[in-house]
């Protein structure tokens, strides 16, 4: 619910049934960069993407603080910064810390 910045359990049960008339535009922006976070690490780590999320990670972004402390912040901007550091590993010019 952290991550799509929702409020209500029932607006995240609402959307799994598929009961859903309009997607407020923070909302759409929080779930691009969560997809975009999971295709990058399914590409990078296809075996280990759900446990690197959850382990501590010493890129100076995280500061020994696992990804998924970073994108639950309720911020997202830190949905982004995640999202564009995978992109950078991604594109070769880093590896993947942690």
Known sequence: MKLLG???R???Q???RGAVAAIPK???ERIS???GIYKGLKMLLPRTADEWVRKPNEAP???GRPAIERMAS???ADLYVVRQYI???RSGQTRVCG
């Open 6 to 8: 929702l409020d209500s």
């Open 10 to 12: 029932s607006t995240l």
């Open 14 to 16: 609402t959307w799994k």
């Open 26 to 28: 923070d909302a759409l």
């Open 33 to 35: 960069y969560v997809m």
């Open 61 to 63: 972004l995280f500061a």
């Open 74 to 76: 309720g911020n997202v």
């Open 87 to 89: 992109d950078t590993q």
